[in-house]
């Protein structure tokens, strides 16, 4: 399946991070977290905690995301409609699709993101989790995993390699920035494009 698709806008431009900014704790330049590998691929060293963002905002689009675990899996994730407000913890206000190995597809809303439907997650946890809704469908370690998420008037639904697995409506914020979260593990994105649905 082709990455691209008419009206597609590759959000890395395959020279540098222009148009990117980092935000993480303790604070860490673009060239100690990426790399721009051959043939399109950024390296992630998914450390220092925090995420990397579009300055750019975002609000009706498609969204396509390939990215793959390069050593031993761990936890990440696609933020949707980054947003100012009070973070929680190094996480700002926002709509995380959760790439965490095992959980990849679930949705969590971050700090004081929130959508309509209910939790998965027990009430008063940590961690507030929508869960997916299929059977797993993230590929093996190593393999590259094809993620495409729709945003349109606050309502998100993600694909996961092919399998419908989260939908979610009243999204809040319906838009923002998107970007990509380091929680300790490194990783490889390629064909990352957004399509705007406006």
């Not at 995301?65 to 996480?91: A, M, Q």
């Amino acid at each position: 399946m082709s990455a691209q698709t008419a009206g597609a806008v590759d959000l890395f431009n395959g020279r540098d991070f222009s148009g990117w900014t980092l935000q993480t704790t303790p604070a860490a330049s673009i060239a100690d977290t990426f790399h721009m590998l051959p043939d399109g691929v950024i390296a992630s060293a998914g450390k220092p905690a925090g995420f990397f963002a579009t300055t750019e905002s975002y609000r009706n689009y498609k969204l396509h995301v390939e990215w793959r675990w390069t050593g031993k899996p761990g936890n990440g994730g696609v933020l949707l409609h980054i947003s100012p407000g009070t973070f929680d913890r190094v996480w700002p206000v926002s709509l995380q699709v959760q790439t965490k190995n095992g959980s990849a597809g679930d949705l969590l809303p971050m700090a004081a993101g929130s959508f309509a439907e209910p939790l998965t997650s027990k009430p008063g946890a940590e961690t507030r989790i929508k869960a997916h809704t299929a059977a797993d469908s993230e590929k093996p370690v190593g393999e590259w995993n094809e993620c495409d998420i729709v945003s349109r008037d606050g309502t998100v639904e993600v694909t996961l390699n092919g399998v419908l697995q989260n939908r979610v409506t009243q999204v809040s914020p319906a838009s923002g920035q998107i970007g990509f979260q380091l929680e300790g593990t490194p990783y490889e994105l390629r064909h990352v494009s957004l399509t705007p649905l406006d």
